[in-house]
């Protein structure tokens, strides 16, 4: 998921995010099951917070859950992030 951060920037929709937190997961050989993303003041106000096509502007909340594997595991992560200052 730090590599997706990394990536996204300002202007990018919740959408694309989510988009590309998808690709990434099953990039990792794992199946996305759900994703949630959040830009701005949408983080406080949605608990889960499904994507939409606002424009990220200062800093968002990324949410994956995923399935590994036949064994039915799962894992859940979340991450914020702020782009960087400059």
Known sequence: MEEI??????GDTEHEIAGA???YVRRTGSNPVVTLV???ERIMR????I????????????????EFG??????????P???PAG
Do not use: Q
């Open 46 to 49: 949605f608990r889960h917070p």
């Open 81 to 83: 992030f702020w782009p």
């Open 5 to 10: 951060c990394n990536d996204i920037s300002p």
């Open 21 to 23: 937190l998808d690709d």
């Open 38 to 40: 959040a830009a701005d």
């Open 70 to 79: 036949r064994a039915d595991l799962e894992s859940h992560t979340v991450r």
């Open 51 to 66: 994507p939409t096509g606002k424009e990220l502007e200062r800093y968002a909340m990324l949410v994956t859950c995923a």
